[in-house]
């Protein structure tokens, strides 16, 4: 497979997971829940990265999300959402990551259409961890959840400019929750655009399917892609083994970056 593609893994799994991704040369991008980030759990992340390097296999790391946000207008919430976010960027130098993926924390109607709110407080937030992750040669994407256009995070994006903060783009999200063309998001975001997770499902819940076994139209995704800037890394976000491996093994061709 191409040294562009990982697969979901769950950190709590990894151990058990290990000889299969090394068994078939899979490269993990590694979820973390906040469990994963208390107690000591840094000579299991540098065992398997070890072991994973020694395979010739890299790593993304994906952070913890639940009930955090970056842009929260209460300082309780962005200070929590701090500390998990800075647990996550040392938990991925000891696995030795590629990148780090984030939730932006952003819902319309929690913020009455105020984005700007949002923006500014993650204008705040984020300097630290830029800062944080450019130390460590490891750059942070942020991925879209619940947005219905791009210019959220467009917005934040380009305020910062930074080569250490990009986009990851969730077709699976965009399917659910997008407003805008595939076409238009890309012409969009397609500047910050470094990472992609890839999964199915038939716009009526976040199903983590196979590619194909939803109604997702990855043809249109093979279109635009070479008309990126940078060639991303992608991710199969397929939540169940079986259906990752039928995944993998009907991989589509035109995805083959």
């Given at each position: 497979?191409s040294?562009?593609?990982h697969?979901?893994?769950?950190?709590?799994?990894?151990?058990?997971?290990?000889?299969?991704?090394?068994?078939?040369?899979?490269?993990?991008?590694?979820?973390?829940?906040?469990?994963d980030?208390?107690?000591d759990?840094?000579?299991?992340?540098?065992?398997?990265?070890?072991?994973?390097?020694?395979a010739?296999?890299?790593?993304?790391?994906?952070?913890?999300?639940m009930d955090?946000n970056?842009g929260?207008?209460?300082?309780?919430?962005?200070?929590?959402?701090?500390?998990?976010?800075?647990?996550?960027?040392?938990?991925?130098?000891?696995?030795?990551?590629?990148?780090?993926v984030?939730?932006?924390?952003?819902?319309?109607?929690?913020?009455?259409?105020?984005?700007?709110?949002?923006?500014?407080?993650c204008?705040?937030?984020?300097?630290?961890?830029?800062e944080?992750?450019?130390?460590?040669?490891?750059?942070m994407?942020?991925?879209?959840?619940?947005?219905?256009?791009?210019?959220?995070?467009?917005?934040?994006?380009?305020?910062?400019a930074?080569?250490?903060?990009?986009?990851?783009?969730?077709?699976?999200?965009?399917?659910?929750?997008?407003?805008?063309?595939?076409?238009?998001?890309?012409?969009?975001?397609?500047p910050?655009?470094?990472?992609?997770?890839?999964?199915?499902?038939?716009?009526?819940?976040?199903?983590?399917?196979?590619i194909?076994?939803?109604?997702?139209?990855?043809?249109?995704?093979?279109?635009l892609?070479?008309?990126?800037?940078e060639?991303?890394?992608?991710t199969?976000?397929?939540?169940?083994?079986?259906?990752?491996?039928?995944?993998?093994?009907?991989?589509?061709?035109?995805?083959?970056?």
């Open positions: 497979m040294e562009r593609l697969v979901h893994v769950p950190f709590s799994l990894l151990e058990k997971h290990l000889p299969l991704l090394l068994e078939r040369g899979l490269q993990p991008e590694i979820a973390l829940k906040w469990p980030l208390v107690g759990h840094r000579s299991t992340a540098a065992r398997a990265a070890q072991r994973l390097a020694a010739g296999l890299r790593v993304t790391v994906h952070g913890p999300f955090l970056p929260a207008l209460e300082p309780m919430v962005r200070q929590a959402t701090m500390e998990r976010f800075r647990q996550t960027l040392a938990m991925a130098e000891w696995l030795e990551a590629r990148l780090v984030f939730h932006p924390g952003y819902e319309f109607w929690r913020y009455g259409g105020r984005s700007e709110l949002w923006v500014e407080a204008r705040e937030f984020w300097p630290p961890l830029i944080q992750a450019a130390a460590q040669d490891c750059p994407v942020l991925e879209n959840i619940f947005e219905e256009h791009p210019e959220t995070l467009k917005d934040l994006l380009d305020a910062f930074s080569p250490w903060l990009g986009h990851c783009f969730d077709i699976g999200h965009w399917r659910l929750f997008g407003k805008v063309t595939m076409a238009d998001w890309f012409h969009a975001l397609g910050h655009l470094r990472h992609l997770h890839l999964h199915d499902n038939c716009g009526d819940r976040d199903a983590h399917l196979a194909g076994e939803g109604n997702i139209d990855f043809a249109e995704l093979a279109r892609l070479p008309c990126l800037p060639t991303p890394c992608m199969l976000e397929i939540h169940d083994c079986p259906a990752l491996l039928r995944c993998l093994d009907n991989f589509p061709p035109s995805l083959r970056i």
